[in-house]
């Protein structure tokens, strides 16, 4: 079930920040950056939830975490969504996907999300399987492919 954003919703805010994890976890941290980090005094824990030794504590900066479709009274409207000039290569989109999506110079979000389905399935080599990974990948992002009316293919 895809949920709908709300007009004035952190995803939609411009302190919202999106930060990877790891290599290979799409992108999936997200922090608000309205006011300054907090300082705190932090440690690792092992496997049991448990502190380690205490000799092992740090200090840490932190933004608070917050839900794409949170909502804390202080929206200001974004100009240009986060993830629009991110590289395909650093999504969870396979390499065969990624590979045929470049061959047609779609190699950023932007530029995937101003096709249709219907123009990316008239890609050469873009099928059903790829199309499922497209739309899982943006769905993660509360993003969405452009309907058949607004795309933005150069093809007729």
Not at 13 to 18: G, I, K, N, Q, V
Request: charged letters at 25%.
């Amino acid at each position: 079930m895809s949920e709908e954003l709300s007009e004035e919703c952190c995803a939609k805010c411009r302190f919202y920040h999106l930060y990877a994890r790891d290599a290979k976890s799409d992108f999936l941290g997200r922090s608000c950056v309205r006011y300054p980090p907090a300082h705190f005094l932090g440690w690792d824990f092992d496997g049991e939830n448990k502190p380690k030794k205490p000799e092992e504590l740090f200090w840490l900066w932190v933004s608070p975490a917050v839900a794409a479709n949170g909502w804390c009274g202080e929206f200001s409207p974004r100009k240009h969504h986060p993830l629009m000039d991110l590289p395909l290569t650093e999504t969870s989109l396979l390499g065969r996907c990624q590979q045929v999506l470049e061959k047609n110079d779609i190699d950023t979000i932007g530029k995937l999300i101003s096709r249709s389905v219907d123009d990316l399935l008239r890609l050469p080599r873009f099928g059903k399987t790829h199309l499922s990974q497209v739309l899982k990948m943006l769905k993660k992002h509360y993003l969405s492919l452009a309907d058949n009316s607004t795309s933005t293919d150069p093809t007729p």
